[in-house]
Structure formats: C-alpha cells, structure tokens
C-alpha cells in the first residue's frame, strides 16, 4: 500500500480584496487521535499463508495476456462448465483470461504448499497474467477424492454444486472473473478469483510501442483530488508517467516511458480522494515488450547486505535493530544507484513501532479505515523537524525467513515502494515494523518525508512555466512568455506570506498592483495554494489564451494547525490576441 496525494485551490481575481488566514489543504489525523488508536487493545491475525518459494514463482506466457480486456475461452471442461454457469446466472462481471490465468497461478501454489499464497504473490500475479487489477479476491473449495478417479469423473461429480458454492460467493459488484479447477494426488481443488475495478479503461495493450512508451486513458467512478502514475525503470529507478494537461478530471490519458533495456516494467495509477493525503494504487500492471516471454518473482538476498533472517523480535530493542538492519540494506542500495543515503527521524520511528501493530491488525482484518487514519497519522510526520515538503508511505507483509532482504526487495519491485524509499529528494525516513504469531516474516510500514530547504523557490516557478507551456504546445498553442522584471516584485511579496506579515490574497492583490503599474495594461490574477507544483492541474485560465505573458512567484508556509508546509503560488499575466477555441 502506498498512500500521497496533494490538494490546490484556484481562486481568479480581477481586483482588490482581503481574507483571512488559509486553512490547511492537507488533512491530517491529530496526535490526540494516534494516541487513542495506539491505547487499543490489538490482535494481530494470522496470516495462513504460505512463503514465495525459493525458487521464486515464474507464470508461463502461454497462461498470460498483453489485453487486460481479452475474453476467457476455456477449453477444458471445467472451464466449459464454470462459464456457463456463470453465465446463467445474468451476472455482468466479464470472464477474462488474465483473471483465469490468476485463478490457475493461485491454484497452482495452494495444490503445491497446501495454504494460500501470500498477498505479494497475488499482486504479482495479476500484473503477470495481464490484468490491470492492484488486488483481487478468491474463493476455494478442496476436498479428498479418491486416487483413481478420473478427471472427467471428478468434474461430473463435484462441478454442479462447487460452480454454484463459487459463484454465490462472489460479491455482486465484482468487474472481473476467472475460474480453475485442478488435482494433486488425493486433493482437488476449485476456485474463483475476482476483482472489482474502480477505474473505467479503454481496451489497449501492455506491449509498449516502438518507442517503449505504454498509454492508456479512462474514467474514474468516483471524485478525487490527485492523479498519480509511476513505472519502474531500470534496476532500481523511477519514472513520473505523463498525464495530458488538456483533459479533465475524472477523466486521464496517461502514457508512461519504458526505459530503453527494460524487458519488462511495473507501472501503477494511484488517486485519492478530495481533500485526502491517501492515494492508493486503482491500476497496476506490467509492461513487456516480448509477452512471448515467462515472468518470474524470485525474492533473493540484497547484494552487498549480510543476511538478516527473521521477523523483528520482541521489545524496543529488538525492534530497534530490526530498523537499523533495513535502513543499512536501503541504504547500501541507494549508494549503489547513485543516491545519498538516507537517515532515520527517531522519535517518529518510534511512533511508527508503537502503531505498527495496530496497523497491520486494521489492514489484515478489513478495517481499512482504521488503518489509513494510521497511515495518514504517521504521513503527517508530527515528529519530524522541518518544514515537510511532502511524503510517501509504503507497507507490506512478506512472510517467510528472508527478513529485511526479502522486505526490501519486495517493496523495490513496486513503483510506489521505490517512490517511497528510492526517490532522490528524500531527507528522512520513519520505520515500524512488527511480527506476527507462528510465523516468521516481516511486516513493515515506512514513510519517507521530503523537506523544504531555504525560502527559494525559483527552480519551482521555472518549473511550472515549463509545465504552462508544455501544456500550452500541445494544445496547439504558442508558448507562454515571462514578463520581464516583474519577478523581485512579486516574490518580495510572496516571501511576506511566509513571514506572517499579510496573507496570501493580500499578496495577490499586491501583486497585481505592482503588475498593473509596472506593465500600464490589464492584468489578471491566480492564487494558488497547493502541495506541488509537479502535480497541480493547469489553470484553464492560462490554456484559454491565444497568447499569455506571465509570472509566477513562489512561497512556501504553514497555516495553523497544519502539519505539512504548503505553497502559495502567485500568477500574474495579461492576456492579448483573445481567447483561444
């Protein structure tokens, strides 16, 4: 789970006025709350699934698809059975074959260890097979059948009742499904996976083009503030995709970079909701420019980490080392791609640890609100010294005795698991982790904080008119211009909303008074206050001129109560030639 998100507020003026004191646009749980949830008692569950093996886990092309909306035919007659069945029942959920294929994969594991596969494994087996789906449900039936029954004699006898068991199992809203049925010696076993996506796709394909470039478009269901997309590059890096500034939310079309030897690459689609810090993964999936290839997980040892087998133990102390052991193996892989290595915020570690129980114990037991408040809680960083810029938060469960290494590597495949502790900017970190009854593993939680440093925030201002004009070209527009020496003006003016000497309307108005004296014509104005300038929509107001000139100043400031700086952006401009259609 990776959870980031930023809110902005527009506002456009076309004279002078004042108000008062901006409120937080990031939402954060309060101390008071964290305190609360970390007085409950908590029981972690346990988590009856087996380790990756060894030799990791490869899905077969033959299994897989590069069309996430390809239509499951079966051949076999199971399959024959299941569809019809399913489909007697008017129920609207697709059948697809990378849904089927997921059915096999998880089919497969439980035949081979007897218990089900761990989530790791689900996640990625459905970016394997070709779905789009971040995670998806299952439902199984096993029974004892005698050794010399045929296969033919075994579906005559168990696939009536075990089609419907399945199928009165899956919840209505499912979008997706897939079925398997196989055998192992004296078990046999039946299962239905589904998922229920939250996000409408155009049909494409996860073969990238000549270029190595994957695009996709589509719809969300529901309102959110924040759109996301990242996908892996290389061993260990991290791209941003590219969102098309000319459509609209709820709307996106995306299209991502492979990087030029990348065989094979994560991508993810994350959004939260309006006024919330939880952006969570609605797409997930895998690139491959050969789908004529298998594709193996295989969670070996960190290079250059010593071994560091188990769960945390017990205790402060023990806990303690667990996190120095994860932070050195981060650590050894951040100086190996090129990047500072990163330090621990101690008190907020140790927050971290006291919640982590009750984390996982919420995420593992359904109560997902529960846990993103604690997700939301830890983001805000309450310990943490320094204006905070912004963050990331990552978790995972990866059982079995790899510890740290496995850990690691695990959140290293995921494209917000290397945001989160890979990206190059980032200043601290927060770790807690925690073990769970009969079994070994690692459950751990990071959140990572980037901080502002210094009050300069022209390349941030350079870089939103780069982004206004990149936007601007590919609406077929000319560039936008800078309005020479209008800058100090407005950034004397903007650096007093940092300082508490006005507020950030009055700094707009300011401006614009400034802006009209200085450029003897009409000016136009833009308040913004958001997290980024990296992922801020493009003011429509910009886009709707045939030509602009502008400026742009940059400030960053926390309002009361808010946990996280945030910046307030003034932009001036003047339009000329009207408006563009």
């Known amino acids: 789970m990776s959870k980031r998100c930023w ?5 456009l003026a076309g004279g002078c006025a004042t108000a008062g004191p901006s409120r937080p646009l990031a939402e954060f749980p309060a101390p008071a709350e964290l305190a609360r949830i970390e007085s409950q008692p908590v029981a972690l569950p346990d988590l009856g699934a087996a380790p990756l093996p060894a030799e990791g886990w490869t899905v077969a092309a033959a299994a897989a698809t590069s069309a996430p909306d390809e239509t499951w035919t079966p051949t076999g007659p199971w399959g024959r059975h299941f569809q019809a069945a399913f489909a007697s029942t008017g129920r609207k959920a697709q059948l697809t074959r990378a849904m089927a294929c997921v059915a096999e994969q998880m089919g497969r594991f439980y035949l081979q260890n007897d218990s089900a596969g761990p989530d790791l494994l689900q996640q990625f087996v459905l970016a394997a097979c070709g779905s789009l789906a971040p995670a998806a449900g299952y439902q199984l039936l096993t029974t004892e059948v005698p050794a010399e029954a045929t296969d033919a004699q075994l579906i005559a006898h168990y696939a009536p009742q075990a089609t419907r068991d399945l199928i009165a199992q899956v919840p209505a809203g499912a979008t997706e499904i897939g079925s398997w049925a196989g055998r ?149 892989v951040r100086v190996e791609a090129g990047l500072a290595a990163v330090s621990v915020e101690a008190a907020q570690s140790d927050a971290a640890a006291r919640l982590a129980s009750q984390y996982f114990g919420a995420a593992l037991g359904n109560r997902q609100q529960e846990a993103s408040t604690i997700a939301l809680g830890l983001m805000a960083g309450w310990q943490v010294a320094g204006a905070i810029r912004n963050g990331s938060f990552f978790s995972a469960v990866v059982p079995g005795a790899g510890g740290t290494d496995a850990w690691l590597q695990w959140a290293l495949t995921l494209p917000m698991g290397r945001h989160t502790l890979l990206a190059r900017d980032i200043d601290t970190l927060a770790v807690g982790s925690t073990s769970f009854r009969k079994a070994r593993g690692a459950a751990v939680l990071v959140a990572s904080y980037r901080l502002h440093h210094g009050d300069d925030h022209s390349a941030d201002a350079t870089l939103l008119f780069q982004r206004i004009s990149d936007a601007r070209q590919r609406a077929g527009l000319p560039p936008a211009q800078r309005m020479s020496g209008l800058r100090p003006t407005l950034a004397k003016e903007v650096a007093r909303v940092q300082r508490g000497e006005q507020n950030a309307r009055q700094a707009l108005d300011a401006s614009l008074e400034a802006a009209v004296y200085r450029q ?62």
């Open 7 to 11: 809110f902005s507020a527009f506002v």
């Open 184 to 332: 192992a010696k004296r078990r046999w076993i039946a299962l239905a996976t589904f998922a229920t996506r939250q996000v409408d796709v155009q049909p494409f394909s996860l073969v990238p083009d000549a270029s190595g470039i994957i695009r996709f478009e589509g719809r969300m269901h529901a309102e959110v503030s924040l759109y996301e997309a990242y996908i892996n590059q290389g061993r260990h890096g991290v791209a941003a995709c590219h969102f098309d500034p000319l459509v609209e939310r709820p709307q996106f079309r995306v299209w991502c970079q492979l990087a030029p030897d990348d065989q094979a690459a994560w991508f993810q689609l994350l959004v939260a909701p309006p006024r919330s810090m939880l952006a969570v993964p609605v797409l997930q999936a895998m690139a491959r420019r050969d789908p004529g290839q298998p594709i193996t997980l295989l969670l070996a040892s960190a290079p250059a980490v010593a071994a560091a087998p188990g769960a945390p133990a017990a205790g402060d102390d023990g806990v303690v080392a667990f996190r120095g052991r994860l932070v050195a193996a981060l650590n050894a």
């Open 520 to 581: 003897h014509r009409d000016m136009r104005g833009l308040l913004i206050e958001s997290m980024s300038v990296e992922d801020l929509e493009i003011p429509k107001e910009i886009l709707n001129q045939a030509t602009v000139s502008l400026e742009i100043a940059i400030a960053h400031y926390k309002p009361p109560g808010a946990a996280w700086a945030q910046m307030v952006i003034v932009l001036v401009f003047a339009s000329a030639g009207g408006v563009a259609t």
